[in-house]
């Protein structure tokens, strides 16, 4: 009996954890595409308004607008080797 009180008491709050963690993840959405955040960009939104708007980070938009700058540039994009 008592090393059953142990095993629940031990068990329970791993499975509470794992429930709370697990929820936390599966309720993350995928960042804005490029696409859609260089369209907000090009309807004359500011970066921080396209941020708040498509509910990601102002340094992802950044990044989003660099990778368009490099592309337009070249008029290819730059690729890397991997």
């Known amino acids: 009996m008592r090393s059953m009180k142990k095993t629940l008491g031990l ?3 791993m499975l509470a ?3 709370v963690l697990g929820s936390a993840a599966m309720a993350k959405q995928p960042p804005a595409s490029c696409e859609r955040i260089r369209h907000a ?4 939104k500011s970066q921080q ?3 708040k708007d ?6 992802h938009v ?3 607008t660099m990778q368009q700058a490099k592309t337009s540039s ?6 890397t080797a991997q």
Request: net charge positive.
């Open 41 to 44: 960009l090009d309807s004359g």
């Open 74 to 79: 070249t008029g290819t994009p730059n690729r």
């Open 49 to 51: 308004q396209v941020a």
């Open 17 to 19: 954890a794992t429930l």
């Open 62 to 64: 950044k990044g989003c």
């Open 54 to 59: 498509l509910k990601t980070s102002e340094s």
């Open 11 to 13: 068990a329970l709050p």
